[in-house]
């Protein structure tokens, strides 16, 4: 039988693959650090894009429980390039968030969304988000 970690936010054990390793990790970091509330934040949230159904790694809203941050998780091993910011931000024109958190468990980037449109600047550390 393969190891399995609970996530809480699914309510529910899952496998644990590197990449769940490190979502659950953030889903720690962002409730007991960062502040969020644990029912603030969905896991595997599913969405569709050109047709095709994909899968947040962690959605984080806001107290009006309105969408403001998209974390995409990659496994430790998997650097976070500009291919892997791409994919977060072709979610973003489905998904259109304020935010988007790129993170391995090692290195972590944080982006904002300029105004309406699809430019993006990074900054230095995880936002203040409104909760």
Known sequence: MSERIFDP??????????EELVRQGVIRWLNEQVGIPLPMMVS??????????????ILVRAR????????????????????VIEQGIRYNRVLKL?????????????????????EYRFLNEIPEIVL
């Open 64 to 83: 009006d429980l309105s969408p403001i941050m998209l974390v995409e998780c990659k496994a430790p091993d998997v650097k976070i390039n500009e291919k």
């Open 44 to 57: 595997e949230c599913s969405f569709t894009y050109n047709r095709r159904l994909y899968r947040a790694d």
């Open 9 to 18: 936010l699914r309510k529910k054990e899952v496998p644990a693959t590197p």
């Open 98 to 118: 304020k935010y988007l958190m790129f993170t391995n468990g090692k290195t972590s980037y944080f982006c904002e969304r300029v105004g309406d449109g699809v």
